[in-house]
């Protein structure tokens, strides 16, 4: 068998350049985020073995107008290189496949050189001799691989056609349809050689009347010979009478000597005398055969009475083992029942405490919001939870406050700014006004004194005299100002303090729930315990019909043990046992032993139509009376064989009539050859017609042993209490046309299709259980490696324990270990994996990062 040594992969999907090698590693385990690369590993594997990728099938305009199996930064074609060794014989089988273009995409099987051969397929080696009617490409996945979307896929959005054609290539059903096409080809050629046996017939025909016409009968020795031939039939009617009255002398022999002469035919009788031989030595292996169990009938009663001894001591052992179970119950009972445990009123307090801390677990996502504002926070709490609010009323009072006079200062601050710029605005405007007016008229001299008068300096009074009455005004306005935004400063600084106040309540608050959650959780869960283990016990008073208000129950348990007990050990004396397991096996074996002789003798008694071992003696009176009658008439018939050889021979020697009797024994020929032409032509219709039904048969025996497999698996694992048994109905009422529908049964023989029922890790495990079992009881291919692409989505914990233990029986724990590759994007799924196969030789690749030269793959 072979397994994967190494893979080589060159500018293919995620991958630029990688080699890993595979040598001695029974476990192969990939694990990294996703989008690393670890489902392009898997499509190297696909691709390699099988030409294709079954997730981007069918084909599609989209996909045929894509380059999508070449990496996108790679200047040549994509290549997969993968070795196969043979550990036993050291040999090796190289499949290389390189990436092709054709029509714009590369999405296609691509070139494939096996050993350096051209000619050959993955098939060629890969695939056992006798099993050539398997498809290895479509056989590949379901018996070798299985991804992500085949998981699901199988069982939700298969068709019923599509899973028959899946189980069909992989026992290699579909070969057997061919037939069908093979038998309307026989019947063909056989209604052509019936057209050409009709034609000869005919001109045989023909050629008889001519000769029958021309031909006279010879007459010599004749009636010498008819003399002979009376006496033969004679002693055959005596024959006949002596043995099967019922059978015509006509069956055996001709009527008359003429009849034989036309017919010269003694197979009847050779007929005969071997179906009289065979029963001859019928009778002798029958008279044989009572001999022998006449000789075993005494051991036979012996090992009766020792199984009816041997069933009542296993009846006895099942008394002990209820005995057992009692005392187990009443053990606990003494430990765990505790009658002051009220459930109704332990429930009631599992519930308050869940409401509790649902609001204490509200308030804390409270604050915690990050999208509000800390005294939006507090508002909250204040406004929805009544008893926190106390904590922060006073301080969210005071902080209300102090925004008020905030606001108050911030707007009389804004109306001193106003006065100030509309002082100043009103100044700049009397002097433009003033200095347009003198600008405009410019007199040289003033009109009451008539000095002369200089405008640049009368401009530059009239600017000094507006600033000193403004100055006074304007510096009131900033001295107020200045006395505001301390006050404003003063509040702020309350304010702040305020805040940190609060936050630091807050951050208490918090602390404290969070303590006293843990806290309750601790009580609820001792509550659920409590609860539980009383449930359990009143389960146990119930079984043991015990009344729980019986005030002397632990006398009652004690003594009840005692006696069990008691019970036991007697058992133990009286059939001088040490250890009650020892002896059940011992038991077991030895009622095994005494049945399958029982059942040995009483099927050979069966074989011979024998009811009862009393009736031995007279059946061996009949079988050696029927043993000499049969001897007796076998030599008579040897002798009239002998005679008629010789009538025969003298009759042959007529040569008048041997070319008619050439031409009558052409005839029959032809007619024996058209009857058995048309019984063929009408067999082959009904085969024809029978290929679905043989088929189903067919398919019913050899999937029998895959769905026997399936279930262990399936229930080993257990995802479903209720529907916990796999079955399906497999139908070919046409050719080509087959549908296999999957079902899931329970113990009262209810049925669900999982489709509609299971959840996704269900669907994943029973689509596991049906791979596993083809994989396990696979006999077509020399493969022994298995790939899974994170085959562990959506399980429990409980489930993935159970499938590792399942991986580990199956593909580790067995005469010829297979070579297991299985992908996960969960660390501590791979933690837990690891830490299972630490015994074996496990090689791990874990996908660090991704960039433009592919995978960063660490090797461990």
Not at 37 to 65: C, H, M, N, V
Not at 309 to 338: M, P, V
Not at 646 to 659: C, G, P
Not at 694 to 706: C, E, W
Request: with cysteine.
């Amino acid at each position: 068998m072979y397994k994967l040594k190494e893979i080589n992969i060159s500018n293919f999907r995620a991958f630029r350049q990688e080699k890993i090698n595979f040598s001695n590693y029974d476990i192969v385990l990939l694990v990294g985020n996703n989008g690393m690369g670890k489902t392009s590993f898997f499509d190297a594997i696909e691709w390699g073995f099988t030409g294709s990728l079954k997730r981007y099938q069918p084909s599609s305009k989209e996909k045929q107008s894509e380059y999508f199996l070449s990496n996108k930064y790679a200047k040549g074609q994509g290549n997969v290189n993968i070795i196969l060794e043979n550990s036993m014989t050291d040999k090796e089988v190289i499949l290389d496949r390189t990436t092709k273009s054709y029509r714009g995409n590369d999405f296609n099987q691509g070139n494939l050189i096996v050993n350096d051969d051209l000619g050959l397929k993955v098939a060629d080696t890969l695939v056992k001799q006798n099993k050539s009617n398997i498809n290895f490409v479509n056989s590949f996945n379901f018996s070798h691989f299985l991804s992500q979307e085949l998981i699901s896929d199988f069982i939700r959005n298969y068709k019923a056609t599509d899973r028959y054609s899946v189980l069909s290539n992989l026992v290699g059903i579909q070969g057997y349809e061919q037939y069908s096409e093979n038998f309307k080809l026989l019947k063909k050629i056989c209604d052509e050689n019936i057209n050409k046996l009709d034609k000869k017939k005919e001109e045989l025909e023909k050629e008889k009347i001519k000769l029958e016409e021309s031909v006279k009968k010879t007459k010599l020795g004749e009636e010498e010979l008819s003399k002979r031939y009376s006496k033969l039939l004679m002693e055959v009617k005596l024959l006949i009478e002596e043995g099967d009255q019922n059978k015509p002398l006509s069956n055996l022999l001709s009527k008359s000597l003429e009849e034989l002469e036309e017919k010269k035919d003694k197979k009847s009788l050779v007929k005969e005398k071997n179906s009289l031989e065979k029963k001859l030595n019928q009778q002798k292996d029958r008279f044989k055969k009572i001999q022998d169990l006449q000789q075993k009938k005494s051991e036979f009663k012996k090992n009766s009475e020792l199984l009816k001894k041997l069933k009542s001591q296993k009846s006895d052992l099942k008394l002990i083992d209820r005995y057992n179970s009692k005392i187990e119950k009443s053990e606990y009972l003494l430990e765990k029942y505790n009658p002051d445990i009220n459930l109704e009123k332990t429930e009631e307090t599992i519930n308050d405490l869940k409401v509790e801390n649902k609001k204490s677990q509200e308030i804390i996502d409270l604050i915690n919001q990050n999208d509000l504002e800390l005294i939006n926070k507090v508002d909250l709490l204040i406004k929805e939870y009544t008893e926190v609010a106390k904590k922060f009323k006073k301080d969210f009072s005071e902080f209300s406050c102090i925004n008020k006079k905030l606001k108050k200062l911030r707007t009389k601050i804004e109306d001193i700014e106003t006065k100030i710029n509309e002082t100043q605005r009103i100044k700049q405007k009397l002097l433009s006004t003033a200095q347009e007016f003198i600008e405009d008229n410019r007199p040289d001299n003033c009109p009451v004194c008539q000095s002369e008068i200089n405008v640049d300096q009368l401009i530059s009074q009239l600017t000094q005299r507006i600033d000193a009455q403004d100055a006074g005004v304007i510096s009131d306005y900033r001295e107020e100002r200045n006395r505001l935004k301390g006050d404003l400063q003063d509040l702020s600084s309350q304010k702040n303090e305020l805040l940190s106040n609060l936050e630091q309540k807050i951050e208490n608050l918090e602390q404290d729930l969070v303590s006293d959650l843990r806290k309750k959780k601790k009580k609820i869960q001792e509550h659920k315990d409590n609860l539980k283990s009383q449930q359990k016990c009143y389960t146990y008073l119930e079984e043991l019909e015990i009344d729980p208000a019986n005030n002397d129950l632990k006398i009652h348990l004690k003594s009840l043990i005692e006696k069990m007990r008691l019970e036991i050990n007697n058992f133990k004396k009286e059939n001088e046992i040490n250890e009650i397991e020892e002896f059940r096996k011992d038991l077991l074996n030895q009622i095994k032993d005494a049945e399958q002789q029982i059942n040995s003798y009483k099927v050979q008694l069966d074989n011979l139509n024998i009811e009862d071992a009393s009736d031995l003696k007279e059946e061996y009176k009949v079988s050696q009376r029927k043993v000499n009658i049969y001897e007796s008439r076998f030599e008579n018939l040897k002798d009239i064989l002998s005679e008629l050889e010789d009538i025969l021979t003298l009759l042959e020697n007529l040569e008048n009539n041997k070319k008619l009797k050439d031409i009558k024994k052409r005839i029959k020929t032809k007619n024996e050859k058209l009857s058995l032409l048309n019984k063929q032509v009408t067999e082959l219709k009904k085969m024809d017609q029978r290929v679905p039904e043989v088929i189903n048969d067919m398919t019913a025996k050899i999937l029998s042993p895959y769905k026997e497999l399936a279930n262990r698996i399936y229930q080993r694992i257990n995802p479903q209490p209720i529907f916990n048994k796999i079955d399906w109905v497999r139908n070919s009422t046409s050719h080509n046309n087959g549908t296999l529908v999957l079902k899931m049964l329970s113990e009262e023989g209810l049925e669900v299709n999982p489709s509609y029922l299971y959840s996704s890790a269900q669907v994943n495990i029973v689509v596991l259980s049906l791979f596993f079992s083809f994989v396990i009881q696979n006999n077509w291919s020399k493969l022994n490696s298995v790939f899974l692409d994170d085959p562990i989505q959506n399980m429990d914990d409980i489930n993935i324990f159970s499938f590792v233990d399942v991986i580990r029986s199956l593909f580790i724990n067995n005469d010829n270990p297979i070579q297991l590759f299985i992908s996960t994007h969960d660390r501590k799924l791979y933690s837990f994996l690891k830490k299972k196969f630490r015994n074996l030789n496990v090689l791990t690749l874990e996908f660090k990062n991704y960039d433009k030269e592919g995978p960063v793959i660490l090797r461990k």
